[in-house]
Nanobody
Framework: VQLQASGGGLVQVGGSLRLSCAAS????????MGWYRQAPGKQRELVAY???????DYADSVKGRFTVSRDNAKNTVTLQMNSLKPEDTAVYYC??????????????????WGQGTQVTVSS
């Protein structure tokens, strides 16, 4: 599975950006898709995540400002980012997870990362 992210860029404080990510390749079923970010000198952190059924999870720092959505038929995930702050500056990574089963029925988890896309919020 390959993930192609797009939509990063430079924006002023209070502005908006929209990130998109499309999965391609040998896709069986993507249970979850979402976005992580990594700022310089910091660990990669979860930003927003959405399961195939629509359940979502957000970092506390982005709740009320960011919205994650997905199109299961197209295997895409989108992150709408509003009211951006300087602390949102980071490289944003698309993430997808799937679950398959071995011949013995045991679950096998797969995780995929897209290339990062830079988001810079200037003050």
């Amino acid at each position: 599975v390959q993930l192609q992210a797009s939509g990063g860029g430079l924006v002023q404080v209070g502005g908006s950006l929209r990130l998109s990510c499309a999965a391609s390749g040998s896709i069986v079923s993507l249970n979850g898709m979402g976005w992580y970010r990594q700022a310089p000198g910091k660990q990669r952190e979860l930003v927003a995540y959405i399961l195939s059924g629509g359940s979502t999870d957000y970092a506390d720092s982005v709740k009320g400002r960011f919205t994650v959505s997905r199109d299961n038929a197209k295997n895409t995930v989108t992150l709408q980012m509003n009211s951006l702050k300087p602390e949102d500056t980071a490289v944003y990574y698309c993430r997808a997870d799937s679950l398959t089963y071995g011949e013995d029925g045991s679950p096998i988890a797969w995780g995929y990362w897209g290339q990062g896309t830079q988001v810079t919020v200037s003050s």
